[in-house]
C-alpha cells in the first residue's frame, strides 16, 4: 500500500499564482522523493500541503492521500525549536503523542546517542547554533518513529560533517522503511539515496525515475560532481558519482588547471577584533580571538555547527559583549547586519510596507526602492512579491528580501550570517556579484557561510574558527578535513590535482 498518492494536484495561492500544476505521483515504504527547483517554484508548498495542519491558504485541486504518521520539518529551524531546555524540545512531540513516560525516556537515549548529541541535552536551546538546532528537530520527529517525513532543505545551516552525519541518520530511517519527501538545492549526496526526482521547471513539474534523469533536459539543482563532467564535455550518461569518478580520471591528463588567487584589498582596517573572549556559563566559545577587516574586503569566516560563529557576530554588532578584549569600528562606518534566521528582519505585514517603514526611520527617499531593482536583477522577482507578508514567502524569497531591505539602507560594514543559505545556485552566483561590486565601492563584508561554491566565488579571504579561535584558510585543510565535499571525494578518487572545482579554472585541452 502506498503511503503517498496525488493525482492531477494543483495549487494556487490567493493572489492568483499556481505554483504546483496537475502532479501526480505516489511513494512506497522506504522511499526518497527529492523535489528541485528554484527559489518560489513550489517545493515548500507541496510539502505543506501533505500535512493538514500545515496546509497553506488557496485554491486546491486533484486529490492528495497521505498516511496519517507524518512528520514535518520546516525550512525555518526556529519554527521546529519550541522550549528552552533542548530535553523538553526533544521529548515534546513523544509527550504531546502520549507516548509513555518510560518509552519517551528508553526512546530518547536512543536517539540522543544516534545522532550524537548527547552533549547538547542540558543546553539552552537560544545558545544553540542553527545546525544543532536543526540536528535536535530532526531528533524529536524520530522519537515519533514515522511513516512518513517532509523535509524542507534541512542541510541548508550544515556544515559537511554534520551533513554527513544528517544523511546517514536519514538512511537508517529510509532503511526502516519511513518514506521521505524532501526539498533541497544541495543535491550532491541525496540524488543516489533519492528513488525519485520531482523537478519543478517553470510552472512545470514532473515526477523522473533515476533511470529517466539523463533525458529530463532539465535540472535546476545540478550535483556538482555532473556540472564538472559538463563543463569538461564528458559524456553524462546517469548522475552517479561513480560515473563521474572514471570520466574524470580518464580525462585528467587533459584537464587545465589554472588555481585561483585570494586577493586582500590593502586599505586601512575599519573593523579590529583584540584578543576577544566569551563564555556561555562555563562552556568556553572564544578565547583570545583577534580579527581585522579592512575596508573593501569580503571576509568569510566559517568552522563546524557550534563553533561560535553567530556568537562572534553578536558580539561584533554589539548584541552581547565580550568577557575580555576589545572590538572597535572605525568611525563613521556603520554596521548593518542580516541575522541567520531572515525572519527576524521583517516588522510589517507586507513586504513594500517593511521597505518603507525602514526608509522612513532613516530618513531616506522611497525612489530608493526602484534604484536598487535597476542596479540589481537579482531582486525582481520581488516586485509580484511586494504586497505579501514577508512570512508567507517562502524560504529563498525571503532570503533575497532580506539582503535587499539591508542594501537599501546603505551601511558600509556588513555582517552577514548564512546569507546564501535558502538560494538557489542562480541566486547565489548573482549574490556574490552584487557583493564583489558593492566591495569595488569600498564597502567591507564580514560573512558566515557554510557553502564552498559560495566562498569560493565571493570572498576575498577566508578563516575558520575552531577551538574559539581563527585559523588562516589552506584549502588543503579546508577540504580535507572541514569541509570535505561530495565533489572533493569524487574529485580526490579520480586522482585530478584538485581540491575543488571553485577554487579554480578548469579546462579541456587535447
Do not use: W
Not at 520527529?141 to 512518513?148: A, H, N, S, T
Not at 521597505?355 to 531582486?379: C, D, G, H, T, V
Amino acid at each position: 500500500m502506498n503511503l503517498v498518492d496525488v493525482k492531477h494536484f494543483s495549487f494556487t495561492y490567493p493572489n492568483a499564482k499556481k505554483v504546483i500544476n496537475d502532479l501526480s505521483f505516489s511513494l512506497e515504504k522506504g522511499e526518497m522523493l527529492l523535489l528541485c527547483g528554484n527559489n518560489g517554484c513550489g517545493k515548500s508548498t507541496l510539502l505543506r500541503s501533505l500535512k493538514p495542519e500545515t496546509a497553506p491558504k488557496g485554491v486546491r485541486e486533484g486529490e492528495m492521500h497521505v498516511c496519517q504518521n507524518s512528520q514535518i520539518l520546516f525550512q525555518d529551524c526556529e519554527n521546529n525549536i519550541i522550549f528552552r531546555s533542548a530535553y523538553e524540545d526533544l521529548i515534546f512531540p513523544a509527550c504531546n503523542s502520549g507516548m509513555p513516560e518510560e518509552k519517551i525516556k528508553e526512546k530518547a537515549a536512543q536517539v540522543l546517542l544516534l545522532f550524537g548529541i548527547e552533549h547538547l541535552k542540558d543546553r539552552d536551546t537560544s545558545t544553540l547554533s542553527g545546525g544543532e538546532k536543526q540536528m535536535l528537530s530532526l531528533a524529536a520527529l524520530l522519537m515519533l518513529e514515522p511513516d512518513l517525513l517532509l523535509l524542507d532543505e534541512p542541510l541548508a545551516q550544515l556544515d559537511e560533517q554534520a551533513k554527513a552525519v544528517f544523511l546517514e541518520k536519514l538512511q537508517l530511517v529510509q532503511a526502516n522503511g519511513t518514506a521521505i519527501i524532501i526539498a533541497e538545492h544541495n543535491t550532491d549526496d541525496l540524488l543516489e539515496r533519492a528513488q525519485k526526482v520531482l523537478i519543478f521547471d517553470n510552472g512545470k513539474n514532473t515526477v523522473y525515475t533515476k533511470d529517466m534523469l539523463p533525458a529530463a533536459g532539465v535540472f535546476p539543482n545540478m550535483p556538482a560532481y555532473v556540472a564538472l563532467e559538463q563543463k569538461l564535455k564528458l559524456p553524462v550518461k546517469s548522475f552517479t558519482k561513480q560515473e563521474a569518478v572514471e570520466n574524470l580520471r580518464a580525462c585528467r591528463e587533459n584537464v587545465g588547471i589554472t588555481p585561483l588567487t585570494y586577493n586582500v584589498p590593502q586599505t586601512p582596517a575599519v573593523l579590529t577584533c583584540q584578543d576577544v573572549t566569551f563564555s556561555y556559563g562555563d562552556a568556553p566559545v572564544l578565547e583570545n580571538l583577534s580579527l581585522q577587516l579592512r575596508q573593501g574586503e569580503i571576509a568569510f569566516l566559517t568552522g563546524a555547527n557550534g563553533a561560535g560563529k553567530t556568537t562572534l557576530l553578536s558580539l561584533i554588532c554589539g548584541f552581547s559583549t565580550p568577557q575580555s578584549g576589545n572590538i572597535c569600528l572605525k568611525k563613521p562606518h556603520r554596521i548593518g547586519y542580516l541575522a541567520q534566521n531572515p525572519v527576524y528582519s521583517f516588522l510589517k505585514d507586507t513586504l513594500i510596507d517593511d521597505f518603507r517603514f525602514l526608509l522612513k526611520q532613516n530618513r531616506l527617499p522611497e525612489s530608493k526602492i526602484e534604484e536598487l531593482f535597476a542596479r540589481y536583477p537579482m531582486f525582481s522577482d520581488l516586485r509580484a512579491l511586494l504586497e505579501q507578508n514577508p512570512l508567507d514567502l517562502s524560504g529563498g524569497e525571503r532570503a533575497k528580501a532580506a539582503v535587499f531591505k539591508l542594501l537599501l539602507i546603505g551601511k558600509d560594514v556588513l555582517v552577514l550570517d548564512e546569507p546564501e543559505k535558502h538560494l538557489d545556485s542562480g541566486s547565489m552566483e548573482e549574490l556574490s556579484g552584487i557583493f564583489r561590486d558593492l566591495a569595488a565601492s569600498g564597502v567591507s563584508f564580514l560573512i558566515v557561510s557554510h557553502s564552498p561554491a559560495f566562498l569560493y566565488r565571493t570572498a576575498h579571504s577566508v578563516r575558520y574558527l575552531s577551538k574559539g579561535n581563527l585559523c588562516d584558510y589552506t584549502p588543503q585543510a579546508y577540504c580535507t578535513t572541514l569541509c570535505p565535499t561530495p565533489l572533493y571525494r569524487a574529485i580526490q578518487a579520480a586522482d585530478l590535482p584538485l581540491l575543488d572545482i571553485d577554487e579554480a579554472e578548469v579546462t579541456a585541452h587535447g
